[in-house]
Protein backbone atom coordinates (compact mmCIF):
# COMPACT_ATOMS: atom_id res chain seq x y z
CA UNK A 1 0.00 0.00 0.00
CA UNK A 2 2.64 2.40 0.65
CA UNK A 3 3.95 1.90 -2.74
CA UNK A 4 0.43 2.51 -4.40
CA UNK A 5 0.08 5.39 -2.34
CA UNK A 6 3.67 7.18 -3.45
CA UNK A 7 2.61 5.51 -7.26
CA UNK A 8 -0.93 7.80 -6.66
CA UNK A 9 1.05 11.08 -5.89
CA UNK A 10 3.52 11.12 -8.62
CA UNK A 11 1.09 10.47 -10.90
CA UNK A 12 -0.14 14.03 -11.88
CA UNK A 13 4.10 14.72 -12.02
CA UNK A 14 4.24 11.80 -14.80
CA UNK A 15 1.50 12.55 -16.89
CA UNK A 16 2.71 16.53 -17.31
CA UNK A 17 6.13 14.96 -17.77
CA UNK A 18 4.61 12.79 -20.45
CA UNK A 19 2.69 15.79 -22.23
CA UNK A 20 -0.44 14.24 -20.58
CA UNK A 21 -1.95 16.50 -18.07
CA UNK A 22 -5.60 16.59 -17.70
CA UNK A 23 -6.96 19.98 -19.78
CA UNK A 24 -7.91 23.17 -17.45
CA UNK A 25 -11.11 23.51 -16.51
CA UNK A 26 -13.50 25.36 -19.39
CA UNK A 27 -13.47 28.77 -17.54
CA UNK A 28 -9.55 28.83 -16.78
CA UNK A 29 -9.19 28.09 -20.42
CA UNK A 30 -11.96 30.27 -22.17
CA UNK A 31 -9.73 33.61 -22.15
CA UNK A 32 -6.89 31.46 -24.12
CA UNK A 33 -6.69 33.67 -27.71
CA UNK A 34 -9.79 35.73 -27.19
CA UNK A 35 -11.66 36.62 -29.76
CA UNK A 36 -10.20 34.45 -32.56
CA UNK A 37 -13.23 34.78 -35.05
CA UNK A 38 -15.72 37.08 -35.24
CA UNK A 39 -17.91 38.35 -32.48
CA UNK A 40 -21.41 39.33 -32.87
CA UNK A 41 -23.23 41.83 -31.00
CA UNK A 42 -27.08 41.78 -30.92
CA UNK A 43 -28.58 45.24 -30.69
CA UNK A 44 -32.55 44.80 -30.51
CA UNK A 45 -33.28 47.88 -32.60
CA UNK A 46 -33.41 48.55 -36.10
CA UNK A 47 -30.84 50.27 -37.84
CA UNK A 48 -30.58 53.86 -36.64
CA UNK A 49 -31.73 55.32 -33.04
CA UNK A 50 -29.45 55.55 -29.86
CA UNK A 51 -29.32 51.25 -29.46
CA UNK A 52 -27.77 50.52 -33.02
CA UNK A 53 -25.78 53.77 -32.29
CA UNK A 54 -24.32 52.67 -29.24
CA UNK A 55 -24.13 49.11 -30.94
CA UNK A 56 -21.64 50.52 -33.63
CA UNK A 57 -19.61 52.33 -31.87
CA UNK A 58 -18.89 49.11 -29.38
CA UNK A 59 -18.54 47.12 -32.70
CA UNK A 60 -15.92 49.90 -33.93
CA UNK A 61 -13.99 50.44 -30.58
CA UNK A 62 -13.58 46.55 -29.86
CA UNK A 63 -12.91 45.68 -33.65
CA UNK A 64 -9.74 47.97 -32.93
CA UNK A 65 -8.94 47.02 -29.59
CA UNK A 66 -9.28 43.00 -30.21
CA UNK A 67 -7.82 42.79 -33.71
CA UNK A 68 -10.79 40.63 -34.90
CA UNK A 69 -14.08 42.33 -35.99
CA UNK A 70 -16.99 42.83 -34.13
CA UNK A 71 -20.32 42.93 -36.18
CA UNK A 72 -23.98 44.17 -35.15
CA UNK A 73 -26.80 42.00 -35.66
CA UNK A 74 -30.29 44.09 -35.52
CA UNK A 75 -32.89 42.42 -34.10
CA UNK A 76 -35.65 44.76 -34.02
CA UNK A 77 -38.68 43.53 -32.76
CA UNK A 78 -40.98 42.25 -29.86
CA UNK A 79 -39.78 45.03 -27.82
CA UNK A 80 -36.04 43.28 -27.52
CA UNK A 81 -37.39 40.01 -26.59
CA UNK A 82 -36.24 37.92 -29.67
CA UNK A 83 -32.80 39.47 -29.51
CA UNK A 84 -32.78 38.91 -25.82
CA UNK A 85 -33.48 35.12 -26.43
CA UNK A 86 -31.19 34.49 -28.98
CA UNK A 87 -28.24 35.96 -26.66
CA UNK A 88 -29.41 33.66 -23.87
CA UNK A 89 -29.52 30.54 -26.10
CA UNK A 90 -26.26 31.27 -27.09
CA UNK A 91 -22.91 29.00 -25.91
CA UNK A 92 -21.36 31.37 -23.23
CA UNK A 93 -18.23 31.59 -25.25
CA UNK A 94 -18.02 35.25 -25.91
CA UNK A 95 -18.95 35.58 -28.97
CA UNK A 96 -22.11 36.80 -28.70
CA UNK A 97 -23.06 39.85 -26.56
CA UNK A 98 -26.13 41.81 -26.33
CA UNK A 99 -27.22 45.29 -26.10
CA UNK A 100 -29.95 45.47 -23.70
CA UNK A 101 -31.63 48.99 -22.64
CA UNK A 102 -34.33 49.77 -20.03
CA UNK A 103 -36.71 47.91 -22.00
CA UNK A 104 -35.36 44.98 -21.06
CA UNK A 105 -36.27 44.89 -17.41
CA UNK A 106 -39.24 46.79 -17.88
CA UNK A 107 -40.12 43.93 -20.44
CA UNK A 108 -40.65 41.74 -17.02
CA UNK A 109 -43.70 43.66 -15.59
CA UNK A 110 -45.64 44.32 -19.38
CA UNK A 111 -44.74 40.27 -20.77
CA UNK A 112 -46.60 37.71 -19.04
CA UNK A 113 -44.82 34.73 -20.09
CA UNK A 114 -41.27 36.32 -21.00
CA UNK A 115 -39.54 33.28 -22.11
CA UNK A 116 -36.19 33.95 -19.90
CA UNK A 117 -35.90 35.92 -16.45
CA UNK A 118 -34.01 39.17 -17.51
CA UNK A 119 -31.52 39.15 -15.20
CA UNK A 120 -30.20 35.62 -14.59
CA UNK A 121 -30.41 33.98 -17.12
CA UNK A 122 -27.88 36.34 -18.70
CA UNK A 123 -24.15 37.77 -17.29
CA UNK A 124 -24.18 41.46 -16.71
CA UNK A 125 -20.91 42.86 -18.28
CA UNK A 126 -21.54 46.46 -17.40
CA UNK A 127 -23.70 49.36 -17.46
CA UNK A 128 -22.83 52.10 -20.73
CA UNK A 129 -25.26 54.85 -20.29
CA UNK A 130 -27.75 56.47 -17.93
CA UNK A 131 -29.93 58.96 -18.70
CA UNK A 132 -33.56 60.72 -18.31
CA UNK A 133 -36.54 61.64 -20.32
CA UNK A 134 -37.75 65.04 -20.98
CA UNK A 135 -41.35 66.19 -19.74
CA UNK A 136 -42.55 68.56 -22.52
CA UNK A 137 -46.01 70.50 -23.27
CA UNK A 138 -47.63 72.30 -26.19
CA UNK A 139 -46.17 76.19 -25.97
CA UNK A 140 -49.78 77.48 -25.16
CA UNK A 141 -49.96 75.06 -21.66
CA UNK A 142 -50.37 76.97 -18.69
CA UNK A 143 -47.25 75.81 -16.45
CA UNK A 144 -43.70 77.27 -17.71
CA UNK A 145 -42.15 75.61 -14.83
CA UNK A 146 -42.09 72.53 -13.11
CA UNK A 147 -43.47 73.70 -9.63
CA UNK A 148 -46.38 75.40 -11.78
CA UNK A 149 -46.46 71.87 -13.56
CA UNK A 150 -47.16 70.11 -10.60
CA UNK A 151 -49.41 72.93 -9.20
CA UNK A 152 -51.31 72.84 -12.54
CA UNK A 153 -51.90 68.71 -12.24
CA UNK A 154 -53.13 69.03 -8.55
CA UNK A 155 -55.89 71.62 -8.99
CA UNK A 156 -56.83 71.89 -12.62
CA UNK A 157 -60.55 71.07 -13.03
CA UNK A 158 -60.17 69.77 -16.72
CA UNK A 159 -59.27 65.83 -17.52
CA UNK A 160 -55.94 65.05 -17.50
CA UNK A 161 -54.57 63.02 -20.16
CA UNK A 162 -50.66 62.15 -21.47
CA UNK A 163 -49.25 60.63 -24.10
CA UNK A 164 -46.08 58.15 -25.47
CA UNK A 165 -44.69 56.19 -28.22
CA UNK A 166 -47.18 53.54 -27.21
CA UNK A 167 -48.26 51.38 -24.26
CA UNK A 168 -45.09 49.88 -22.02
CA UNK A 169 -42.65 52.84 -23.22
CA UNK A 170 -40.31 54.62 -20.88
CA UNK A 171 -42.91 57.78 -21.45
CA UNK A 172 -45.78 55.84 -20.68
CA UNK A 173 -44.13 54.66 -17.59
CA UNK A 174 -42.93 58.10 -16.48
CA UNK A 175 -46.50 59.43 -16.97
CA UNK A 176 -47.81 56.66 -14.47
CA UNK A 177 -45.13 57.22 -12.13
CA UNK A 178 -45.85 60.68 -12.17
CA UNK A 179 -49.59 60.60 -11.67
CA UNK A 180 -48.72 57.73 -8.32
CA UNK A 181 -46.44 60.26 -7.01
CA UNK A 182 -48.68 63.47 -7.50
CA UNK A 183 -51.52 61.58 -6.42
CA UNK A 184 -53.36 62.60 -9.96
CA UNK A 185 -55.42 60.97 -12.10
CA UNK A 186 -54.64 61.51 -16.02
CA UNK A 187 -55.74 59.32 -19.07
CA UNK A 188 -52.95 57.29 -20.93
CA UNK A 189 -53.32 58.01 -24.82
CA UNK A 190 -50.70 55.35 -26.69
CA UNK A 191 -49.27 56.40 -30.06
CA UNK A 192 -47.29 54.47 -32.70
CA UNK A 193 -44.16 55.37 -32.12
CA UNK A 194 -42.32 58.75 -30.91
CA UNK A 195 -42.91 61.03 -34.40
CA UNK A 196 -46.78 60.27 -33.91
CA UNK A 197 -46.95 61.46 -30.26
CA UNK A 198 -44.99 64.91 -30.72
CA UNK A 199 -47.19 65.21 -34.06
CA UNK A 200 -49.88 65.09 -31.50
CA UNK A 201 -48.91 67.00 -28.96
CA UNK A 202 -47.68 69.94 -30.98
CA UNK A 203 -51.56 69.48 -32.54
CA UNK A 204 -52.57 69.76 -28.74
CA UNK A 205 -54.53 66.59 -28.54
CA UNK A 206 -53.20 65.98 -24.94
CA UNK A 207 -51.44 67.95 -22.19
CA UNK A 208 -47.23 66.42 -21.69
CA UNK A 209 -45.43 63.88 -22.51
CA UNK A 210 -42.15 62.16 -21.08
CA UNK A 211 -39.81 62.19 -24.17
CA UNK A 212 -36.55 60.52 -25.52
CA UNK A 213 -34.11 63.53 -25.00
CA UNK A 214 -32.85 64.00 -28.61
CA UNK A 215 -36.00 63.97 -30.41
CA UNK A 216 -37.52 66.53 -27.74
CA UNK A 217 -34.87 68.98 -27.63
CA UNK A 218 -35.22 69.20 -31.64
CA UNK A 219 -38.78 70.56 -31.04
CA UNK A 220 -37.97 72.29 -27.76
CA UNK A 221 -34.92 74.16 -30.18
CA UNK A 222 -37.86 75.01 -32.54
CA UNK A 223 -40.59 76.33 -30.17
CA UNK A 224 -42.85 73.65 -31.05
CA UNK A 225 -42.53 72.37 -27.02
CA UNK A 226 -42.07 74.15 -24.14
CA UNK A 227 -39.40 71.76 -21.77
CA UNK A 228 -40.57 71.67 -17.95
CA UNK A 229 -38.18 68.64 -16.42
CA UNK A 230 -36.13 65.98 -17.12
CA UNK A 231 -36.97 62.68 -15.19
CA UNK A 232 -33.23 62.22 -14.29
CA UNK A 233 -31.87 62.51 -10.77
CA UNK A 234 -30.39 65.51 -11.39
CA UNK A 235 -30.07 68.49 -13.79
CA UNK A 236 -28.75 67.84 -17.34
CA UNK A 237 -25.13 69.63 -17.85
CA UNK A 238 -26.12 70.57 -21.14
CA UNK A 239 -29.16 72.07 -20.27
CA UNK A 240 -28.93 73.15 -16.93
CA UNK A 241 -31.94 75.22 -16.88
CA UNK A 242 -33.96 73.17 -16.51
CA UNK A 243 -35.11 71.44 -13.33
CA UNK A 244 -35.18 68.16 -12.77
CA UNK A 245 -38.84 66.89 -11.52
CA UNK A 246 -37.35 65.46 -8.29
CA UNK A 247 -36.82 68.84 -7.24
CA UNK A 248 -40.64 69.49 -7.13
CA UNK A 249 -41.53 66.33 -6.45
CA UNK A 250 -39.09 64.17 -4.36
CA UNK A 251 -37.85 61.25 -5.46
CA UNK A 252 -39.27 60.76 -8.63
CA UNK A 253 -36.31 59.56 -11.29
CA UNK A 254 -37.04 57.97 -14.24
CA UNK A 255 -33.73 56.27 -15.76
CA UNK A 256 -33.10 55.21 -19.34
CA UNK A 257 -30.17 52.97 -20.00
CA UNK A 258 -27.94 50.84 -22.25
CA UNK A 259 -25.50 48.64 -20.88
CA UNK A 260 -24.10 45.04 -22.73
CA UNK A 261 -24.65 41.15 -20.97
CA UNK A 262 -24.11 37.70 -22.47
CA UNK A 263 -24.93 34.61 -22.28
CA UNK A 264 -25.62 33.02 -18.93
CA UNK A 265 -22.67 31.02 -17.05
CA UNK A 266 -20.32 33.21 -19.51
CA UNK A 267 -16.98 32.16 -17.36
CA UNK A 268 -15.34 34.71 -15.54
CA UNK A 269 -12.18 35.52 -17.75
CA UNK A 270 -13.98 36.37 -20.69
CA UNK A 271 -16.44 38.72 -18.29
CA UNK A 272 -13.36 40.51 -17.40
CA UNK A 273 -11.94 40.78 -20.56
CA UNK A 274 -15.06 41.81 -22.27
CA UNK A 275 -15.33 44.26 -19.61
CA UNK A 276 -12.43 45.95 -19.83
CA UNK A 277 -13.44 46.44 -23.91
CA UNK A 278 -16.38 48.06 -22.55
CA UNK A 279 -15.13 49.91 -20.33
CA UNK A 280 -12.45 51.23 -22.01
CA UNK A 281 -14.47 53.25 -24.79
CA UNK A 282 -17.02 54.33 -21.74
CA UNK A 283 -14.22 56.18 -20.25
CA UNK A 284 -12.82 57.06 -23.68
CA UNK A 285 -13.17 61.29 -23.52
CA UNK A 286 -15.05 60.95 -26.96
CA UNK A 287 -17.87 58.54 -25.66
CA UNK A 288 -18.35 60.71 -23.19
CA UNK A 289 -18.66 63.64 -25.08
CA UNK A 290 -20.92 62.21 -27.56
CA UNK A 291 -23.68 60.84 -24.80
CA UNK A 292 -23.26 64.32 -22.79
CA UNK A 293 -24.47 65.95 -26.12
CA UNK A 294 -27.50 63.14 -26.37
CA UNK A 295 -28.11 64.30 -22.54
CA UNK A 296 -26.96 60.91 -21.24
CA UNK A 297 -23.69 59.94 -18.90
CA UNK A 298 -21.30 57.51 -19.31
CA UNK A 299 -21.57 54.58 -16.85
CA UNK A 300 -18.95 51.86 -16.06
CA UNK A 301 -19.90 49.95 -13.64
CA UNK A 302 -19.18 46.51 -12.47
CA UNK A 303 -20.70 43.22 -14.03
CA UNK A 304 -22.22 42.87 -10.09
CA UNK A 305 -23.39 46.02 -10.16
CA UNK A 306 -24.96 45.78 -13.39
CA UNK A 307 -26.83 43.22 -12.14
CA UNK A 308 -28.18 44.49 -9.04
CA UNK A 309 -29.12 48.03 -10.85
CA UNK A 310 -31.25 45.59 -13.17
CA UNK A 311 -32.69 43.56 -10.10
CA UNK A 312 -33.84 47.09 -8.68
CA UNK A 313 -34.95 48.68 -12.16
CA UNK A 314 -37.32 45.23 -12.14
CA UNK A 315 -38.48 46.11 -9.03
CA UNK A 316 -39.33 49.27 -9.24
CA UNK A 317 -41.35 49.08 -12.61
CA UNK A 318 -43.38 45.91 -11.37
CA UNK A 319 -44.79 47.97 -8.38
CA UNK A 320 -45.32 50.93 -10.90
CA UNK A 321 -47.12 48.49 -13.71
CA UNK A 322 -49.04 46.60 -10.53
CA UNK A 323 -50.34 50.11 -9.06
CA UNK A 324 -51.40 51.93 -11.86
CA UNK A 325 -53.06 49.01 -13.25
CA UNK A 326 -51.02 48.60 -16.99
CA UNK A 327 -52.22 45.45 -18.14
CA UNK A 328 -49.59 42.69 -19.39
CA UNK A 329 -49.18 41.56 -22.59
Request: no cysteine; aromatic share 8%; glycine share 12%.
Amino acid sequence: MPILSGYLKAMPLLLVALGLALPLAPAQAADDGYPNRPVRIITPANPGGTTDFLARMLAGHLTKIWGQQAIVDNRGSASGVNGAQITMEAAPDGYTLFIPYHQHTVNAALIAKLPYHPVNDFTPITQMTSGGLLLVVNPSHPAKTAKEFVQWAKTTKDPINFGSAGIGSGGHLAGELFKLMAGVKGQHIPYRGTGPAIIGLIGGEYHFNFMGLTGAFGQVRAGKLRAIAVSAPKRLETAPDIPAMGEVLPGFEVVGWYGVMGPGKLPKPLVSKIHAGVVSLVKSPEFIKTMSGLGSDAVSSSPDEFRQFMLNDMKKWADVVKRSGIKAR
